[in-house]
């Protein structure tokens, strides 16, 4: 309800995980700030979530990530990505909204 208030916190969230968190606390946070924000900005901070949770053990949201990063920056490439991370973790509903994803970047590619 209040988006900028959730701004604020997204971005201590991160500030927080980059000084004492693991490669997924702050995979994390950066996901959160990447919901929040549009365009470049939330394709970058996507981008930097993926990165740090490829490097985590927590495969499911390594998967989410991808998905995420390639929902945000229309790419195929990424969304396949996350699509196998997603079967190979068994995320059925990760996977099928990798896969509505791809459908939707094929028809505007």
Do not use: K, M, W
Request: hydrophobic share 45%.
């Amino acid at each position: 309800e209040d988006p900028g208030r959730a701004a604020r916190l997204a971005t201590d969230a991160r500030r927080q995980a980059e000084r004492f968190g693991t490669d997924t606390a702050i995979g994390e946070a950066l996901r959160c700030a990447a919901a929040l924000e549009t365009g470049q900005r939330a394709v970058r901070l996507a981008a930097q979530a993926a990165t740090y949770l490829e490097a985590s053990p927590c495969q499911y949201e390594h998967a989410a990530a991808r998905v995420e990063y390639g929902v945000a920056a229309r790419s195929a490439a990424e969304l396949n990505r996350g699509l196998a991370l997603a079967e190979s973790c068994g995320a059925d509903g990760l996977a099928a909204r990798a896969r509505e994803a791809l459908a939707v970047v094929g028809r505007a590619g």
